[in-house]
């Protein structure tokens, strides 16, 4: 490689010094001595040059022979080099086989964590809801708070959180095969923390007794206040089954089977007084209509039941009596009677000289005569049976005005806001009808009864006019 750069150096300088001889000789000509020492100086230059000229070849022989020796050196580098790239290779694609099982084997693994977490998690929120329902947590306060840890943690539950889930079963379980009795705290329907005796039946019920007032009742557990609460104040009948259970008085009680959901419908459940109210202010004329038909239907109950409408057996004797002429007797028959047809009877009696026509028409004023105290009430309950229902048909105006006006105000999303003026309008028109219905059947009846007896006096007066008219002609025939 190098000797390329010597040997032009050679040749540079050797067509130097020809130029410089042959501008010599043309200059100076004669000079020989000159020539000869620029001769004998290129011979040493050539002589120089050829030595040189040996050595690089030497040197370049060594160099190519030091080259392929280098060449050949890593050759076997390369190669061994590629054989090493090859087993990495082997290894790597090895090692990337393995790496794609963990993860495929990680991922199945992870997917049955979740799947193992999920169905701790679905277990602990079911076992919730059954402890919030539960009578037995009333008894053991701040129950659901594991519970409540295991559902908002994200973290996965382990071995601890399903041993507490499966204690909290075993208990609830144990706990609703016992009858539990104690004195104990709760939140009375006023809404005030009150204490008495608490039964709780296994895991179905529990009842309380209030040690201030004696009241007793049904409870369940409230999860927001994590204390037991009392929902529902029950008829006279069951709080004295229960008073008689709490005081170990009786074995028979009283259970709901529903869990507390029965109780609570019932606490959730307005009574008849809180129907009542939502009716209006239109509630109490309608009231007030049935009050005084209820006491005048009492006052011609009571009137009507004490006029005796079998009169014939009366008014026979009478005939016969009437028939001999002993008028004395019919008199003294007739004092000891009281009732409307008697009454007629006796003035009929009293008018007996009187000709046809003045003892009919004395009939017929005594027979008037008996009609207001028959008829009293009557119209009166007449026109209350139709007042009622028009006074439902105003509350039922007024209550869907009312509910117009919740719809223009707040619009119609919410159901609730409109519940007042339909309660008004459905409460008023089914008292009123409650009420009218009753004094209809009433009215009715008394006017069939008044009828009755006004056809008993009207019969008798006709019987006693025509025995009388037959007791003066012989009366007559025998003078």
């Given at each position: 490689?190098?000797t390329?750069?010597?040997?032009?150096?050679i040749?540079?300088?050797?067509?130097?010094f020809?130029?410089?001889?042959s501008?010599?000789?043309?200059?100076?000509?004669?000079?020989?001595?000159?020539?000869r020492r620029?001769?004998?100086?290129?011979?040493?230059?050539?002589?120089?040059?050829?030595l040189?000229?040996?050595?690089?070849?030497?040197?370049?022989?060594?160099?190519?022979k030091?080259?392929?020796a280098?060449?050949?050196?890593?050759?076997?580098r390369?190669?061994e080099?590629?054989a090493?790239i090859a087993?990495?290779?082997?290894?790597?694609?090895?090692?990337?086989?393995?790496?794609?099982?963990s993860?495929?084997?990680?991922?199945?693994?992870l997917?049955?964590?979740n799947e193992?977490?999920?169905?701790?998690?679905?277990?602990?929120?079911?076992?919730?809801?059954?402890?919030?329902?539960?009578p037995?947590?009333?008894?053991?306060?701040?129950?659901l708070?594991?519970?409540?840890?295991?559902?908002?943690?994200?973290?996965?539950?382990?071995?601890?959180?399903?041993?507490?889930?499966?204690?909290?079963?075993l208990?609830?379980m144990?706990?609703?095969?016992?009858?539990r009795?104690?004195?104990?705290?709760?939140?009375?329907?006023?809404?005030?923390?009150?204490?008495?005796q608490v039964v709780?039946?296994?895991?179905?019920?529990?009842?309380?007794q209030?040690?201030?007032?004696?009241?007793?009742?049904?409870?369940?557990?409230?999860?927001?206040?994590?204390a037991?609460?009392?929902?529902?104040?029950?008829?006279?009948?069951?709080s004295?089954?229960?008073?008689?259970?709490?005081?170990?008085?009786?074995?028979?009680?009283?259970l709901?089977?529903?869990?507390?959901?029965?109780?609570r419908?019932?606490?959730?459940?307005?009574?008849?007084?809180?129907?009542?109210?939502?009716?209006?202010?239109?509630?109490?004329?309608?009231l007030l209509?049935?009050?005084?038909?209820?006491?005048f239907?009492?006052?011609?109950?009571?009137?009507?039941?004490r006029?005796?409408?079998?009169?014939?057996?009366?008014?026979?004797s009478?005939i016969?009596?009437?028939a001999?002429?002993?008028?004395q007797?019919?008199?003294?028959?007739?004092e000891?009677k009281?009732?409307?047809?008697?009454?007629?009877?006796?003035?009929?009696?009293?008018?007996?000289?009187?000709?046809?026509?003045?003892?009919?028409?004395?009939?017929?004023?005594?027979?008037?005569?008996?009609?207001?105290r028959?008829?009293?009430?009557l119209?009166?309950?007449?026109?209350?049976?139709?007042?009622?229902?028009?006074?439902g048909?105003?509350?039922?105006?007024t209550?869907?005005?009312n509910?117009?006006?919740?719809?223009?105000?707040?619009?119609a999303?919410?159901?609730?806001?409109m519940?007042?003026?339909?309660?008004?309008?459905?409460i008023?028109t089914?008292l009123?009808?409650?009420?009218?219905?009753p004094?209809?059947?009433?009215?009715?009846?008394?006017?069939?009864?008044?009828d009755?007896i006004i056809?008993?006096?009207?019969?008798?007066?006709?019987?006693?006019s025509?025995?009388?008219?037959?007791?003066?002609?012989?009366?007559?025939?025998?003078?």
């Open positions: 490689m190098r390329r750069p010597i040997f032009c150096m040749l540079g300088l050797f067509l130097f020809s130029g410089s001889l501008w010599s000789v043309a200059t100076y000509g004669d000079d020989s001595g000159l020539l620029a001769t004998v100086q290129v011979e040493k230059e050539k002589q120089a040059a050829e040189e000229n040996r050595l690089s070849q030497t040197e370049i022989a060594a160099l190519k030091a080259a392929k280098a060449k050949a050196s890593a050759a076997r390369v190669a080099l590629k090493v087993g990495q290779e082997k290894e790597l694609e090895k090692l990337a086989k393995e790496q794609q099982d993860e495929k084997k990680s991922r199945l693994a997917l049955k964590l193992l977490a999920g169905v701790v998690r679905t277990s602990a929120r079911d076992l919730a809801a059954m402890l919030e329902n539960s037995v947590s009333g008894d053991l306060p701040g129950r708070e594991p519970l409540r840890k295991i559902l908002k943690e994200t973290a996965y539950p382990g071995m601890k959180e399903i041993v507490t889930i499966s204690d909290l079963y208990d609830e144990r706990a609703s095969a016992e009858v009795r104690s004195q104990a705290s709760f939140i009375g329907l006023d809404g005030r923390r009150a204490s008495g709780r039946l296994g895991a179905l019920s529990t009842i309380y209030d040690t201030a007032d004696g009241s007793c009742g049904y409870a369940v557990f409230g999860s927001e206040n994590d037991l609460l009392a929902v529902s104040k029950p008829s006279w009948r069951v004295k089954n229960l008073k008689k259970f709490i005081a170990q008085e009786s074995e028979s009680v009283y709901d089977f529903s869990g507390g959901d029965a109780v419908r019932l606490a959730l459940t307005p009574s008849s007084w809180e129907r009542l109210l939502s009716g209006g202010i239109l509630v109490w004329p309608i209509v049935g009050l005084v038909a209820l006491i239907s009492l006052e011609r109950f009571f009137f009507l039941s006029v005796k409408s079998n009169t014939d057996k009366v008014m026979g009478i016969q009596l009437v001999v002429g002993d008028f007797r019919c008199m003294e028959l007739l000891n009281k009732g409307p047809v008697f009454r007629v009877l006796a003035a009929g009696l009293g008018a007996r000289k009187a000709a046809r026509d003045v003892l009919e028409s004395v009939l017929e004023e005594a027979i008037l005569k008996e009609l207001p028959l008829e009293k009430f119209p009166t309950l007449q026109v209350l049976a139709a007042i009622a229902p028009l006074l048909l105003l509350g039922t105006v209550g869907m005005i509910t117009f006006q919740v719809i223009t105000v707040y619009g999303g919410d159901p609730r806001m519940s007042g003026g339909i309660s008004e309008a459905l008023t089914k009123g009808l409650t009420v009218a219905i004094i209809i059947l009433l009215h009715t009846w008394f006017a069939r009864r008044v009755a056809g008993d006096m009207e019969e008798k007066s006709v019987s006693l025509i025995a009388l008219q037959g007791g003066g002609r012989r009366m007559k025939d025998e003078g």
